[in-house]
């Protein structure tokens, strides 16, 4: 496995719960970088094999809850963002490396999450239409979000690598900034499920807790929200299931989808039909179609008729820029050739996402198997309740 990198700021007055985070993580870590903002020496419990330990006065000086990031820039591999008031579980490390790799390390993940069922915000830390997923209570479900507390994310440098001075202006508006990042990049963010006391705050560490002394003004942070386009919310309660199922792709298919790529990114599908309409309310959806009874199934379907077994290239416009995922539902198998796609792969973006759905059936579990093999990536299938489709 690749190395797994901690990062963590602190302040002097809040040594006592460093001591117990590091204990509760210092065994699941190849390395832990510990940022002491206006520490004048190291902490005893601090020198330890896995701990760098950087005084803030031999370093940048105090970058208050950014020193976690401090090292972003320098590490490769799984980077863990923690905070100095948390015990964290002794299989939290394998739990969000196994999150992130089923994920083909494309999103980030983390405990404590956000969404805003509404954007723009009135406010950003007392509006109605924000529902919090602490990271103390349990969350029965894996769930796309629009933002995670960096106290507890998790991501692959492969994916994300920044430098600390991005965030240099507002040092301790993290949460914010990560997440006008994240969506620049349409990185999906993700929180995990979890059973209560998974994560635990540490008793008397919210005393002087920084969000305590900017939410009586929450200005900066509403317009730092504000300022993110497309900040949609979609998950699957959006979801009309009675257009699921038979000919159409599955429930759980786009549950699937909602869960791990991020809403309003840009979906290209080859089909068209009931799931369209569903898949559309949440992204960016370009249908390819040859049957012109589904051309109205939404407003960006695009038509092109079968010609020598698939769709006619030339009706075929760029499939290629901004695309994250591929849903391939068409054309259909009795009447064409869905492996002709294999000889048209220059036309698609090869680090895209590829859902090929009704892989139950053999030559759509070979088609996928062969694509698997060109992408050179491991392809992972799932069940649904009458059917099975494949993620590459």
């Not at 008793?203 to 504000?226: M, R, Y």
């Amino acid at each position: 496995m690749d190395k797994v990198v901690g990062g963590v700021a602190s302040q002097p007055y809040r040594v006592k719960f460093l001591e117990k985070t590091i204990e509760s993580i210092y065994d699941q870590f190849d390395i832990i970088h510990v940022y002491l903002n206006g520490y004048d020496v190291v902490p005893e419990f601090l020198n330890r094999d896995k701990i760098n330990p950087i005084l803030s006065g031999e370093a940048e000086g105090d970058l208050k809850a950014l020193g976690k990031f401090y090292m972003t820039g320098q590490e490769r591999g799984y980077y863990f963002s923690m905070d100095d008031d948390i015990v964290y579980p002794s299989n939290y490390v394998d739990r969000l490396v196994r999150e992130i790799d089923i994920r083909y390390r494309k999103a980030v993940v983390g405990v404590h999450g956000t969404i805003y069922r509404r954007h723009p915000v009135k406010s950003y830390y007392t509006d109605r239409g924000r529902n919090i997923l602490y990271c103390y209570h349990a969350n029965m479900r894996t769930q796309s979000v629009h933002m995670l507390g960096t106290g507890t994310m998790a991501f692959h440098t492969d994916t994300l690598n920044f430098n600390w001075k991005d965030f240099e202006e507002q040092k301790n508006m993290l949460d914010p900034q990560m997440c006008k990042l994240l969506h620049s990049k349409e990185i999906p963010t993700i929180s995990v499920s979890r059973t209560k006391g998974w994560i635990v705050e540490q008793k008397g560490s919210q005393d002087q807790a920084i969000w305590k002394k900017v939410a009586k003004d929450d200005s900066i942070q509403t317009g730092f929200i504000n300022s993110i386009p497309k900040l949609k919310h979609f998950d699957s309660s959006f979801i009309d299931k009675k257009r699921l199922g038979g000919a159409s792709v599955e429930f759980g298919l786009i549950q699937w989808m909602v869960q791990n790529i991020q809403s309003g990114s840009k979906i290209v599908e080859l089909g068209s039909g009931n799931a369209s309409k569903e898949i559309v309310k949440g992204y960016s959806l370009t249908s390819i179609e040859n049957d012109e009874k589904y051309l109205k199934t939404h407003k960006n379907t695009i038509h092109a008729p079968l010609v020598n077994g698939w769709y006619d290239l030339e009706k075929i416009p760029d499939i290629k820029t901004d695309v994250v995922a591929y849903l391939i539902d068409g054309p259909k198998a009795r009447i064409a050739n869905r492996d002709i796609l294999l000889e048209n792969i220059h036309l698609f973006n090869n680090k895209a996402t590829f859902i090929l759905d009704d892989v139950n059936r053999a030559d759509e579990l070979t088609l996928a198997t062969k694509l698997s093999e060109i992408l050179g990536r491991k392809m992972t299938i799932h069940d649904g309740n009458e059917k099975q489709f494949a993620t590459i």
